[in-house]
């Protein structure tokens, strides 16, 4: 009897220690009770990236939601995960499905005739393509560097995407009169254009770009006053495509507004 006891002392030792361990979130799953089949290493490290995975899924998902707060860079593990949706299937396929529900949006619309109907298109990574300079930037795991960037902007190099170039194309032949509303400024407009034309966006009705007046204004405060304008002149804003919800929100808001998808950077 007094031997059993002995033993149980240990025994409970031991478990109330698990029970301690078992609080840590990173040991939690070695430390359950249940059979004692030890894992081979390459399932442990199967588990951790497909952890890694659905947190990082989370994370874009809520990035496309627009439910954060400001961020200034990728969570640091989701480096990885950022450089294959960019470069996978995933970007490209998300990019086509937003290109396409804007293009069934812009048929059904009537156009009024008057030459006022109008689309909105942002230009870094809505038209113009800066994974080029991402992949060399840890997909937006650094700071962004404006320095750097102009560098980038100067060279004129950036592919177009080619969903919102299909789109664009779509929304010309169908009659809308298409303004393009950059956050650059007016000293990037001839490289702008150049580098515009050179992948294949050959003709718009405007370029506006942020006037002196406008630097250091927030991206949706300085859009929506652009949009505010051309309501004024009598445009109406029926179709808007970013890849950043400042290009979309604020006022005079289209009457439809195409968010692309963008995991990489946050302009507020
Ligand atoms: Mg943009």
Request: charged share 25%; net charge negative; glycine share 8%.
């Amino acid at each position: 009897m007094i031997g059993s006891r002995l033993l149980l002392f240990p025994l409970l030792l031991i478990s109330l220690a698990g029970l301690a361990l078992s609080q840590d979130p990173l040991v939690n799953s070695n430390v359950r009770p249940r059979p004692l089949i030890l894992q081979p290493a390459t399932e442990l490290q199967k588990l951790d990236n497909e952890e890694v995975e659905l947190r990082c899924t989370s994370w874009r998902v809520a990035v496309e939601a627009n439910n954060l707060g400001p961020w200034k860079t990728i969570p640091e593990e989701c480096v990885g995960y950022v450089r294959d949706y960019m470069n996978g299937k995933g970007y490209s396929s998300d990019l086509e499905t937003v290109s396409n529900e804007a293009g069934s949006y812009a048929r059904s619309v009537e156009l009024s005739g008057d030459g006022k109907d109008v689309w909105i298109f942002d230009i870094d990574d809505t038209l113009l393509s800066n994974v080029p300079y991402y992949r060399e930037h840890s997909y937006g795991l650094e700071i962004f560097d404006q320095v750097e960037f102009d560098k980038w902007v100067d060279k004129a190099m950036a592919p177009a995407i080619e969903a919102s170039l299909k789109l664009y194309e779509e929304v010309i032949g169908l009659g809308f009169k298409v303004f393009l509303l950059t956050g650059r400024g007016e000293k990037k407009r001839s490289v702008t254009e150049e580098n515009l034309v050179n992948a294949g966006f050959r003709v718009w009705d405007r370029l506006i770009l942020r006037a002196s007046e406008d630097h250091g204004k927030m991206a949706t405060a300085y859009k929506s006053e652009k949009r505010s304008e051309m309501v004024k002149e009598g445009y109406r804003i029926l179709g808007n495509s970013g890849d950043q919800w400042s290009d979309l929100l604020g006022s005079a808001m289209s009457f439809r507004s195409f968010k692309l998808p963008n995991p990489m950077y946050y302009i507020p």
